[in-house]
């Protein structure tokens, strides 16, 4: 599996996979790719914790909430979009590899959606 295929891992894969200690650390290194924890709105884990904390809650993401593993060049557009639009237009454009490339082809699928 080469890592410039995988842009985000939904939490139902990776919780209960090898990556799963993703959970203690926020942040893993794999496949020369680094991916981190973000929620529905694509906010990563270390920026959830500390609304948590100021907000006095028990947990950075609730249960329940999603909490993918996305590759951290892809964030900003993951952020961008929100969850369901993203995933959305990772599967309108399975062939994206680089960030750069789904910048340029995010302003023509915005478009037509």
């Known amino acids: 599996m080469n890592s410039d295929n995988i842009i985000v891992i939904t939490e139902e894969y990776w919780v209960n996979s090898q990556l799963s200690l993703v959970r203690h650390t926020g942040r893993i290194r794999f496949q020369e790719a680094t991916f981190i924890i973000v929620n529905k709105e694509g906010k990563d884990i270390f920026e959830c914790s500390e609304e948590a904390e100021k907000l006095g809650r028990a ?3 609730p249960a329940g909430e999603p909490a993918d593993l996305c590759r ?3 964030v900003p557009i993951y952020r961008k979009l929100g ?3 993203f995933l959305k237009f990772l599967a309108a454009n399975k062939d ?3 960030a750069k490339e789904a910048k340029t082809r995010l302003k023509t699928w915005m478009d037509g959606n």
């Open 72 to 74: 951290e060049d892809f």
């Open 96 to 98: 994206i590899k680089t």
């Open 59 to 61: 947990q950075a993401i």
């Open 83 to 85: 969850r369901e639009k």
